[in-house]
């Protein structure tokens, strides 16, 4: 039977939105806590965070650990995998959408069979598929 887990995160916030701010915090891993305001949100602020940041992190997290899988489930065993992924958030909006850069280094894979590893990874990773109503592009290069 599977394992499930549950991870968690708690926000805590003061004041209006505009004016006021908070901190999240990492409770599963006690690594991080992270201020968070709106204007970071907003208009992006050095040295605070926003909820499409941290989104990010996940998602480029998680699509490398299914590339991985994929790959090495194949036989395929990469040397690095380098995502980042950049979440767009418009006020008024919401998100619109999150876009992967992708660079790996596999040994003994050509371009093509690169790129359907990188579409499938794409579209199965788990984050991936939570953020469904969003739109999902990908840039992938083999190294």
């Known amino acids: 039977m599977p394992t499930t887990l549950t991870s968690e995160a708690t926000t805590v916030w003061t004041g209006t939105l505009a004016a006021g ?3 999240v915090k990492l409770d599963s891993s006690h690594t991080a806590e992270f201020s968070v305001n709106w ?14 940041e941290l989104l990010g992190a996940a998602h480029a997290s998680c699509y490398s650990m299914a590339l991985a899988n994929a790959l090495s489930s194949a036989g395929h065993t990469p040397t690095s995998i380098q995502t980042t992924a950049a979440v ?17 280094k596999i040994p ?4 093509e069979e690169f790129q359907a590893f990188a579409q499938d ?7 991936s598929k939570a ?11 083999l190294a």
Do not use: Q, Y
């Open 121 to 127: 990874a794409k579209v199965n990773c788990p984050i």
């Open 39 to 52: 204007k970071a949100r907003a208009e992006g602020v050095a040295n605070t965070t926003n909820p499409e």
């Open 88 to 104: 767009t958030f418009a006020a008024g909006k919401g998100v619109l959408g999150s876009h992967l850069l992708v660079s790996a």
């Open 108 to 111: 003994g894979l050509t371009e």
């Open 21 to 23: 701010s908070g901190t």
């Open 131 to 141: 953020l469904a109503g969003i739109p999902i592009t990908i840039e992938a290069e």
